[in-house]
């Protein structure tokens, strides 16, 4: 069985205000999607299918650990939120 890895670079961006932009991508595992992330908004992020595995650095899932972003998803399902907690933050998330 062959599995995709998605590879996002997530930036912070200042949200304006009104502004609601959804955005459709075809994946494509050689290409790096950038999805600019709010600190005042959260970022969804859909797939056709269930998440397997995310794999990523300075994520929180619990708010008490440290890190630039905080990440939510529930086992099983095929979107993730994502909030960054720190202005100019920037990391990768990859995502199977």
């Known amino acids: ?3 995709i890895v998605s590879l996002f670079l997530l930036t ?3 949200a304006l205000a ?10 494509d595992d050689r290409v790096v999607v950038s999805v600019p992330v ?16 995310i ?8 708010g008490k650990t440290p890190g630039h972003f905080q990440l939510a ?3 099983g ?10 202005a100019k933050a920037a990391t ?3 995502i199977r």
Do not use: Y
């Open 1 to 3: 069985m062959k599995s």
């Open 77 to 86: 399902s095929a979107f993730l939120s994502v909030r960054a907690l720190s």
């Open 92 to 94: 990768n998330l990859n």
């Open 55 to 62: 794999d990523g650095a300075s994520f929180t899932v619990d």
């Open 38 to 53: 709010a600190t005042n908004r959260v970022t969804t992020i859909s797939f056709p299918g269930p998440i397997e595995a």
């Open 12 to 14: 912070t961006t200042v």
């Open 18 to 27: 009104g502004s609601s932009v959804i955005q459709q991508v075809w994946l």
């Open 73 to 75: 998803h529930a086992k």
